[in-house]
């Protein structure tokens, strides 16, 4: 940690780089939001944006449980009732009685409405408030580690399973008829973005987390021609939005998490821009 | 004919294969059994005692209403949807094999205009294990390149899904299919809002296939005419079930069918009169 701590230094002599909380906040954003961007790619290839919404918002019901199982750290029973949400959903989805927006409607905001009424039950909802809009600045090298973690596990998943997984988006008939079993792929997208989504919360905020997946992912698609220009892009505007938002914000002082998404809402407006100059 | 050799057979390619006999189809090629197959979704029976046999080396035309069944029916097939009943593959020596192997046109992919999706990602994402988004094959690419080139669209192979014609899209799809060369190549309504240029098209390269490969071919269509000028066979699906098999001809005389279709070149058609009587 020290090494990696004096290679920043070096590399960013700033003043404001000399901070603990600035370093670590850095290494969280260059872990968190290439790994969103990553799902992000395929969110919005499934139009599954209104999906990730619905999981973030859900993240205040796994607080809640927490509180009331007496866990110190709310992760566990977040991640829980996340993966548990989005089996639920594509539940519903699969049974086919609804349309997909509603069904995520529905649980969204009994989720959220739970939470509220959990948390705010002795009046004390407002130290909870952090989670609504993240707090990077906060960030540890012990929740370094396990982003890093999360990162490996999903990169390495996202090598094995992608072909498939992009095969299913694009037609589960045609999925199928290749032997892919569609079913296994669609809960196995949901469920990584349940977890990839509980984890980061904390960091990110409940309010913005789906935008953080949705936009590198949708400023790509303005400019990329393959699958692998659109990860490229994705990513790179993720980077690039992170590590300027975060820098942005530490000068105008602001929630980083936000300030990370304006910066990304501008790389979408660019884009296109740009996108409609060259058409 | 081994398996082995199939993946590389071109569409468009020299000579025919020769077309073994076998005892129990019929025929006498090869051929895919159905065997009442029924399909039973959210309590509401959507198939019931179907069955069919469906021959090598020639197409199949379902015809029927809209929600008779016709998409569900492929779709047991591509094995989608759960059915009871049992399809199995024969082939020219009459020894069961496992399942069929399937190749599938859709109606359309799910895809938006500005999806960065290109036809090489989509070939290498359904022939090759290496993620699309890290790195690209040079013999995947090989291999989409020759696929293509029997569709007559190589120079799609860098272009995106989004930015293609309906038409060329099919073709595309069509191109998958045959890769590696299927038992059963099933095709959903496959040119639905496709302008009449691309159509015809689409409809000698099926043809063409038919004569090339020893497989059976199945198409959903609405399009009675294609139907009647292409398919050597036609399924009447009403009713949960199959209500008439046979020549094109016999099918169209059937007097369910022309009420349900109502039409008068349907009456013509039969009677030896039709419009496209000649070209059969």
Same mark, same amino acid.
């Given at each position: 940690?020290?090494?990696?701590?004096?290679?920043?230094?070096?590399?960013?002599?700033?003043?404001?780089?000399?901070?603990?909380?600035?370093?670590?906040?850095?290494?969280?954003?260059?872990?968190?939001?290439?790994?969103?961007?990553?799902?992000?790619?395929?969110?919005?290839?499934?139009?599954?944006?209104?999906?990730?919404?619905?999981?973030?918002?859900?993240a205040l019901t796994g607080i809640a449980l927490g509180v009331l199982l007496g866990l110190g750290n709310p992760l566990v029973s977040m991640v829980v009732f996340s993966v548990f949400l989005a089996v639920a959903v594509l539940l519903v989805k699969r049974a086919g009685t609804a349309s997909t927006d509603t069904i995520i409607g529905v649980f969204s905001s009994s989720a959220v409405a739970l939470g509220v009424v959990i948390l705010s039950r002795s009046g004390g909802f407002n130290k909870y408030a952090v989670y609504l809009i993240g707090d990077l600045l906060s960030i540890r090298p012990a929740d370094l580690l396990m982003l890093l973690v999360v990162v490996a596990v999903v990169a390495g998943l996202w090598v094995l399973v992608f072909n498939r997984l992009l095969l299913v988006s694009l037609h589960p008939s045609l999925a199928r008829s290749r032997g892919v079993d569609v079913k296994f792929?669609?809960?196995?997208?949901?469920?990584?973005?349940?977890? %990839?989504?509980?984890?980061?919360?904390?960091?990110?905020?409940?309010?913005?987390?789906?935008?953080?997946? !949705? +936009?590198? $992912? *949708? /400023?790509?698609?303005?400019?990329?021609?393959?699958?692998?220009?659109?990860?490229?892009?994705?990513?790179?505007?993720?980077?690039?939005?992170? %590590?300027?938002?975060?820098?942005?914000?530490?000068?105008?002082?602001?929630?980083?998490?936000?300030?990370? !998404? +304006?910066? $990304? *809402? /501008?790389?979408?407006?660019?884009?296109?821009?740009?996108?409609?100059?060259?058409? | 004919?081994?398996?082995?050799?199939?993946?590389?057979?071109?569409?468009?390619?020299?000579?025919?294969?020769?077309?073994?006999?076998?005892?129990?189809?019929?025929?006498?090629?090869?051929?895919?059994?159905?065997?009442?197959?029924?399909?039973?979704?959210?309590?509401?029976?959507?198939?019931?005692?179907?069955?069919?046999?469906?021959?090598?080396?020639?197409?199949?035309?379902?015809?029927?209403?809209?929600?008779?069944?016709?998409?569900?029916?492929?779709?047991?097939?591509?094995?989608?949807?759960?059915?009871?009943?049992?399809?199995?593959?024969?082939?020219?020596?009459?020894?069961?094999?496992?399942?069929?192997?399937?190749?599938?046109?859709?109606?359309?992919?799910?895809?938006?205009?500005?999806?960065?999706?290109?036809?090489?990602?989509?070939?290498?994402?359904?022939?090759?294990?290496?993620?699309?988004?890290?790195?690209?094959?040079?013999?995947?690419?090989?291999?989409?390149?020759?696929?293509?080139?029997?569709?007559?669209?190589?120079?799609?192979?860098?272009?995106?899904?989004?930015?293609?014609?309906?038409?060329?899209?099919?073709?595309?799809?069509?191109?998958?299919?045959?890769?590696?060369?299927?038992?059963?190549?099933?095709?959903?309504?496959?040119?639905?809002?496709?302008?009449?240029?691309?159509?015809?098209?689409?409809?000698?390269?099926?043809?063409?296939?038919?004569?090339?490969?020893?497989?059976?071919?199945?198409?959903?269509?609405?399009?009675?005419?294609?139907?009647?000028?292409?398919?050597?066979?036609?399924?009447?699906?009403?009713?949960?079930?199959?209500?008439?098999?046979?020549?094109?001809?016999?099918?169209?005389?059937?007097?369910?069918?022309?009420?349900?279709?109502?039409?008068?070149?349907?009456?013509?058609?039969?009677?030896?009169?039709?419009?496209?009587?000649?070209?059969?």
């Open positions: 940690m020290r090494t990696l701590y004096e290679v920043m230094e070096f590399l960013l002599p700033f003043s404001f780089m000399s901070s603990m909380f600035m370093k670590n906040a850095l290494l969280g954003v260059l872990l968190v939001s290439p790994l969103l961007a990553l799902l992000g790619t395929m969110t919005v290839n499934n139009r599954m944006s209104f999906f990730a919404d619905a999981l973030g918002h859900s792929y669609e809960y196995l997208f949901g469920i990584l973005l349940a977890v %990839v989504v509980a984890v980061s919360i904390q960091w990110v905020g409940i309010l913005i987390i789906s935008s953080l997946l !949705v +936009l590198p $992912a *949708a /400023a790509a698609r303005n400019v990329a021609g393959n699958m692998r220009q659109y990860h490229l892009w994705a990513m790179g505007i993720a980077l690039f939005s992170g %590590v300027a938002g975060l820098f942005l914000s530490y000068f105008l002082g602001t929630a980083s998490g936000a300030t990370i !998404v +304006l910066v $990304a *809402a /501008a790389c979408y407006f660019a884009t296109f821009g740009a996108n409609r100059i060259r058409r | 004919m081994k398996k082995a050799n199939r993946t590389n057979l071109k569409i468009l390619g020299p000579g025919r294969q020769p077309k073994v006999r076998c005892a129990t189809c019929g025929t006498g090629l090869c051929c895919t059994k159905v065997q009442d197959l029924d399909v039973v979704l959210g309590g509401t029976t959507i198939l019931e005692n179907v069955n069919l046999h469906i021959h090598c080396g020639e197409l199949t035309a379902i015809i029927g209403a809209n929600g008779a069944g016709k998409s569900t029916l492929l779709k047991a097939l591509v094995g989608e949807v759960q059915h009871g009943g049992s399809i199995s593959y024969l082939d020219e020596k009459d020894l069961h094999t496992n399942k069929p192997l399937m190749g599938y046109v859709p109606q359309k992919l799910e895809i938006d205009g500005t999806s960065p999706t290109s036809v090489y990602d989509l070939f290498a994402a359904a022939l090759s294990n290496r993620p699309v988004w890290l790195s690209h094959s040079p013999k995947v690419r090989e291999e989409a390149r020759k696929g293509l080139a029997g569709v007559r669209g190589e120079h799609l192979l860098d272009r995106r899904l989004g930015a293609l014609s309906g038409g060329e899209v099919q073709r595309v799809l069509l191109a998958l299919a045959l890769q590696p060369v299927p038992d059963l190549l099933l095709l959903d309504e496959p040119v639905s809002g496709i302008d009449q240029e691309g159509l015809k098209m689409f409809y000698a390269m099926v043809s063409a296939i038919r004569e090339e490969y020893d497989l059976s071919i199945i198409l959903v269509s609405h399009d009675l005419d294609m139907v009647a000028r292409y398919a050597d066979r036609v399924v009447f699906l009403e009713n949960r079930t199959v209500q008439a098999v046979g020549p094109p001809q016999e099918v169209f005389g059937n007097p369910a069918v022309v009420e349900r279709f109502g039409m008068g070149w349907v009456r013509d058609f039969a009677a030896g009169g039709g419009p496209d009587a000649d070209a059969l």
